[in-house]
């Protein structure tokens, strides 16, 4: 017997159990579907949309209010969004666990008088 009691004069050697058995067959790795052209495409176009979107609301304040333009000019990016997340998604990218919560959150920040070292403007 060895120093200590109840120990034998055997090492076990430990290895990991992955280790330990052979490998029987390698995996390759999924292929990567790149579509650069399309990503491309998607940047030139949102490029594009943003620049027809301010050259139309610097057009559109001449005429109309600025608090306005900018109602139609938030309230149609959100009907573009929505035609685009919505038939993914549904309604239940809306949900929330916590609506008190999200609720209290909304109004304290609007709430929230700018603090000194911001801008004026």
């Given at each position: 017997?060895?120093?200590a009691a109840g120990r034998s004069d055997v090492e076990v050697e430990l290895v990991p159990a992955a280790a330990a058995q052979p490998v029987t067959e390698v995996v390759p790795p999924a292929k990567q579907n790149d579509d650069i052209p399309r990503g491309i495409?998607?940047?030139v176009g949102a490029t594009v949309l943003f620049s027809v979107s301010s050259a139309f609301a610097?057009?559109?304040v001449?005429?109309?209010p600025v608090g306005e333009v900018m109602f139609f000019?938030?309230?149609s990016s959100l009907v573009v969004c929505a035609a685009f997340i919505l038939p993914f998604t549904g309604f239940s990218v809306f949900a929330t666990r916590r609506p008190r919560a999200t609720s209290r959150a909304a109004c304290r920040n609007r709430s929230r008088k700018p603090s000194a070292s911001s801008p004026s403007a």
């Open positions: 017997m060895s120093q495409a998607f940047m610097k057009w559109q001449a005429i109309y000019r938030s309230f």
